[in-house]
């Protein structure tokens, strides 16, 4: 399940994103890989332990706690501090897989949902779509600067090469409640439902029954 999350940082935030990465210091994106990805990996990222980027790791996270969308769509358990990183012209990721346990910082996860959030604006650039392949096939991302998107951490993805300007994102893996890929869709449908339900007809019974059915489902499923 691959879910578009619009609007988590405003133009604001996503301004002084880029005032701050303008004057930072970029590093080789390989510090972050594990070996097999590192042979398909051509990017620029900034180190996780630089001012710029706890700041803007702070103003991310922060986000993240208000998108009710977010926490519907991955019902998080622990979010790793996202990070961040450029492609230049030339610069690409061929495919792979996301390691499946992070530790830095402090924190260790297992990384159930990947997440990548899009500073860059479309138009700045050139190439740079985000692949992810499901059984569906293979799905192009490509999103306004301040909108997200989701997509189970076990699936094969790459980034396209750049051939004009800049892209910058953010990226960040979270260990949700719910393991089970599944189990977590099955969750964000029904929650959908409700809010749809409750929003057309917010006197019917079935809201009440089926939030139960929702919260009891979370109950059986759930790691806390
Ligand atoms: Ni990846």
Redesign the pocket.
């Known amino acids: 399940m691959m879910v578009h999350i619009p609007a988590v940082l405003t133009p604001d935030q996503v301004a002084r994103c880029r005032e701050v990465m303008e004057k930072a210091a970029w590093i080789d994106g390989n510090v972050t890989s594990g070996h097999q990805?590192a042979k398909a990996k051509n990017n620029l990222q900034l180190p996780e332990s630089a001012p710029e980027a706890r700041e803007l790791s702070n103003m991310v996270l922060e986000a993240l706690g208000r998108s009710p969308l977010f926490m519907s769509a991955v019902l998080p358990k622990q979010v790793f501090p996202p990070l961040f990183n450029r492609y230049d012209p030339g610069m690409t990721?061929g495919n792979?897989?996301?390691n499946a346990v992070r530790s830095g910082n402090g924190a260790r996860i297992r990384t159930d949902v990947?997440s990548t959030l899009f500073i860059s604006s479309p138009e700045d650039y050139d190439g740079g779509e985000l692949i992810v392949e499901d059984t569906y096939g293979a799905h192009s991302v490509k999103l306004p600067a301040g909108d997200m998107i989701v997509y189970p951490a076990t699936s094969l993805?790459?980034?396209t090469p750049i051939t004009r300007g800049s892209r910058i994102a953010s990226?960040f893996w979270t260990q949700s409640m719910i393991r089970d890929e599944a189990q977590r869709a099955l969750l964000f449908d029904l929650d959908m439902s409700i809010i749809r339900l409750a929003g057309d007809h917010p006197e019917h019974k079935s809201v009440v029954s089926l939030t139960a059915v929702y919260h009891n489902l979370l109950r059986q499923w759930a790691e806390v």
Do not use: C, G, Q
């Open positions: 990805a990721f792979h897989v996301d990947s993805h790459r980034v990226f």
